[in-house]
């Protein structure tokens, strides 16, 4: 037996894939190699390959181990260190081909170090900062022995009932297209198949978070004008970026689930975009199938699935058990299965793993001693995107930055809440090595200042919500309710309020609120809340709401009530830190919001790009017959792009270096930012277009282009866009993307309301 060592790691020749384990640069091309190994494979074990499988009381290690010696599994997810993973490629190796294991996880924002939310850090505008979130998450879950990751998750999401908007980059075709790409490239860096790389699978293909009602798993009814022209350009700029894998979604489209969709997996995914790489369904999204109502039983959800193009089953039995089955009786080609294995095998090679099957788990003897060790976190890193990421909402008579000096009360539910500060999704993170916002202040003061903690309140006193949130969070109850009378919590609070200088609430949602499975009816902060802030009022203390939550809020009435307002979402391991790094001005707020924030439930859908239409309510006028609430504002409460900073920002005119633009040219949009107030700072300039007259209606602004920008007090600058014929194009009624001639309003703004103005005549 040939043995060669690479990376010090002994590896055997002898297998009949004899390239199986050897360097990149000595393995032959892709498919060459792809389609050698094909041929030596039997039935069973192309089946195996087609099968991920989470580790489970109904799947142990023992069997796991078991049955990838037999060749009957491709991949697992959720074991999540090298020691977890070993053995189960030892297994592979000791399989008749030798095809190494691959090892998924949901490395969403963040791994060992937790970032901010994904809704976080589209607020921070900040595509290096995004990039750094990804590059270190990268690391981490590759030094344990992490091969792909769930992620970029790039559903745009319109209707914030739905709980994992908190998981998405919010509302904007092009925003979260440009982080798709930043992501993909962050995650697998040059190439994944290079340790610190893993690779990406950008998810939910597709429409996942345009849900009817904003309730999860729900059904997508859409046109495809909206699909091309809203929802699925995310998807494709994370495909167009080399990701390796995507995860198809759970909901139906126009009647037909993602998972059996021959035209989303084959015709557009396949043919349209030239995806070559590996699809796999949502967990059990096979077997759902059944109850979708297009499948009577396992054995045609199999049937249906393979056909569409749907690779890897995961965490159901429905290819393994029936596959076989399905291919005896010439239900399924075998050409189907072939195509699917390639596709498997091919991620494989890509993620390095035929070149090297341990190249991510490394000997035993270099394994970490602590698995959650203080020396594995990234908190420099984490703390600087943090506080990128953190939204000035309001600041009424510069009530921020707080003085050091102060007496703060400090109160609320989520003041000292370490779980909650991760957000949901926040793969090995430990609450443990979180900084609370309690942590933060403290540790910010020092001596200097005086802090007292009351916690006001329950995150909600209703048992019912408490009891599935527990369940939800099945690891451990992460809702624990102070067991006292609410009106004795609120006296302890109000006591400390009327002995302070300044009064910090730190309210909101519990993770679990804003997280898979959990949509709700109302957006409301929860009534206990709610009450605390009441009371703190009629202090006449200066009062701060920190904000915790996954998704924009109805805040219309607590906004009033508050002097200021500090959007934090769930700012990760480091946010107590980085809130504490803005309340207290060793920071300047720079993030603008990526998704709007409605007035009351009753105004969504609401988003700031919506189709022009005939009757369109203008503020100041009549309402009459007009599209319009008679009972409350059109106007969101927050709109997109939205953010505060401790400076102010004046932008000039917009000046056009042509007032008209031929195809295949380009003009420059621009204008000059100045900060003219007393501190530095750093703010977005956002570029908006208008098509005037079209073909079809089109939204009355899309963003088009953004640049972040720091000045020092007094300094400007001149920020310029160049625009061409490509930035005016759309998908038209017959679905081709054009760009027609005629007037185009340029709006630039720091935010998507408030814009300056100049129009050009495309020929």
Request: no cysteine; glycine share 8%.
């Amino acid at each position: 037996m040939r043995k060669m060592y690479l990376l010090g790691i002994a590896i055997s020749l002898s297998s009949p894939s004899g390239w199986a384990q050897t360097p990149p640069s000595a393995l032959p091309p892709k498919d060459v190699f792809v389609a050698d190994l094909l041929k030596q494979m039997t039935v069973d074990e192309k089946i195996g390959q087609l099968r991920l499988i989470s580790i489970a009381p109904d799947m142990p290690r023992e069997l796991i181990r078991k049955e990838i010696a037999a060749g009957r599994i491709g991949g697992t997810f959720n074991s999540i260190s090298r020691a977890e993973n070993r053995p189960m490629q030892d297994a592979a190796m000791r399989s008749r081909l030798k095809i190494p294991m691959f090892f998924a996880y949901d490395v969403i924002h963040g791994h060992r170090t937790i970032f901010p939310i994904s809704l976080a850090l589209a607020s921070s505008w900040d595509m290096d900062a995004i990039a750094l979130s990804g590059r270190v998450s990268a690391k981490e879950a590759s030094a344990d022995s992490i091969d792909l990751t769930f992620a970029p998750m790039v559903d745009i999401a319109r209707d914030p009932r739905w709980g994992r908007t908190s998981e998405g980059f919010g509302e904007d075709t092009y925003l979260v297209s440009r982080i798709a790409k930043v992501m993909v490239d962050a995650y697998q860096g040059t190439s994944p198949a290079l340790p610190g790389n893993i690779m990406a699978s950008v998810k939910h293909f597709a429409l996942y978070g345009a849900v009817e009602g904003g309730r999860d798993y729900n059904t997508v009814d859409m046109s495809l004008t909206r699909m091309y022209q809203d929802y699925l350009p995310p998807y494709r700029a994370a495909i167009d970026a080399g990701a390796g894998g995507v995860m198809v979604a759970l909901n139906s489209i126009n009647g037909i689930p993602a998972t059996s969709n021959m035209w989303l997996m084959q015709d557009l995914l396949r043919k349209d975009w030239g995806f070559k790489g590996v699809a796999i369904s949502d967990h059990g999204a096979i077997i759902e199938l059944i109850k979708h109502g297009v499948a009577k039983d396992n054995r045609e959800a199999a049937k249906l699935a393979i056909k569409a193009g749907i690779d890897m089953s995961m965490n159901d039995k429905a290819y393994g058990e029936e596959l076989p089955g399905l291919l005896k009786s010439g239900e399924v080609p075998q050409s189907d299965v072939d195509n699917a294995v390639r596709e498997v095998l091919g991620a494989k090679y890509d993620m390095g793993l035929f070149a090297d099957p341990y190249v991510r788990i490394g000997k035993a003897e270099d394994d970490p001693a602590e698995l959650t060790g203080e020396s594995r976190l990234h908190r420099a890193e984490a703390r600087d995107v943090a506080r990128r990421s953190l939204v000035l909402l309001k600041n009424q008579a510069q009530t921020l930055p707080l003085n050091k000096q102060a007496h703060i009360a400090l109160v609320g539910p989520l003041a000292k809440a370490p779980i909650d500060m991760m957000g949901s999704w926040a793969a090995n993170g430990q609450p443990a090595q979180s900084v609370t916002v309690f942590d933060g202040l403290r540790s910010a003061l020092g001596e200097q200042g005086q802090l007292t903690y009351a916690r006001g309140a329950n995150i909600t006193d209703d048992q019912k919500v408490v009891d599935y949130l527990n369940f939800l969070n099945f690891d451990a109850p992460e809702v624990t309710n102070d067991t006292r009378p609410a009106q004795v919590m609120i006296d302890e609070a109000v006591k400390a309020a009327k002995q302070a200088d300044v009064v910090v609430a730190v309210v909101g949602e519990s993770r679990g609120m804003s997280h898979e499975s959990s949509s709700r009816t109302e957006l409301d902060i929860p009534a206990s809340q709610r009450a605390l802030i009441d009371a703190l009022k009629t202090t006449g203390k200066p009062l701060v709401l920190v904000l915790m939550n996954g998704r924009p809020l109805t805040i219309d009435t607590q906004q009033q009530q508050a002097d200021a307002v500090l959007e934090t979402w769930f700012s990760g391991t480091e946010g107590g830190n980085a809130i504490a790094d803005v309340l207290f001005g060793d920071y300047n707020p720079s993030g603008k919001l990526p998704i709007t924030f409605p007035r009351s439930v009753g105004q969504i859908p609401t988003y700031y790009n919506h189709l022009s239409i005939g009757r369109p309510f203008t503020p100041g006028k009549p309402g009459n017959y007009t599209s319009q609430y008679f009972d409350a504002p059109n106007t969101p409460l927050y709109p997109f792009g939205y953010g505060l900073s401790y400076t102010n920002f004046s932008l000039s005119d917009v000046k056009l270096s042509s007032k008209t633009l031929a195809p295949g040219a380009t003009l420059t949009a621009s204008v000059t930012l100045k900060n003219t107030g007393q501190r530095d700072g750093e703010t977005v300039v956002q570029l908006y277009l208008r098509d005037v007259a079209a073909s079809m209606s089109r939204p009355v602004k899309s963003l088009k282009n953004f640049e972040k920008v720091m000045l020092k007090a007094g300094e400007q600058k001149e920020v310029q866009f160049i625009l061409s014929e490509d930035d005016l194009k759309f998908y038209n009624a017959d679905l081709k993307y054009v760009a027609e001639p005629g007037e185009f309003d340029v709006q630039i703004g720091l935010d998507s309301e408030n814009v300056q103005q100049n129009s050009f005549q495309l020929l």
